[in-house]
């Protein structure tokens, strides 16, 4: 029986350490909890959000983010954790060449 509840103490032990690395902080762990109505801290609030939406990795292009959704329904929790694709990266590199190109027309005018 001794040895029963050593082997089980054991399992327990190595089982738990398993979950507690695996469950390790992402380096971009960065939660999203509200939307504003504008891109500023003193604008007004428009929604909390009800679950947990985390940002936790970012592509090496930057148009694919690393998104953790985990909610409760009573005594069922789901979470689900998948890459979405919002291209900012490539918004980003449009807006500075559209920002380039009336520089340098500006310039010929000038």
Do not use: C
């Amino acid at each position: 029986m001794k040895k029963l509840i050593a082997i089980t103490l054991l399992i327990s032990v190595i089982f738990l350490g398993h979950v507690a690395l695996a469950s390790e902080d992402h380096p971009l762990d960065i939660p999203v909890k509200t939307l504003y109505s504008a891109p500023l801290e003193d604008s007004n609030v428009i929604f909390e959000i009800p679950m947990e939406v985390t940002l936790q990795d970012i592509s090496q292009d930057g148009n694919w983010y690393l998104v953790k959704i985990s909610f409760y329904i009573g005594p069922f929790g789901y979470i689900y954790v998948g890459w979405a694709y919002i291209p900012v990266a490539k918004i980003l590199a449009e807006r500075d060449k559209e920002t380039l190109d009336l520089a340098s027309l500006l310039e010929d005018n000038q």
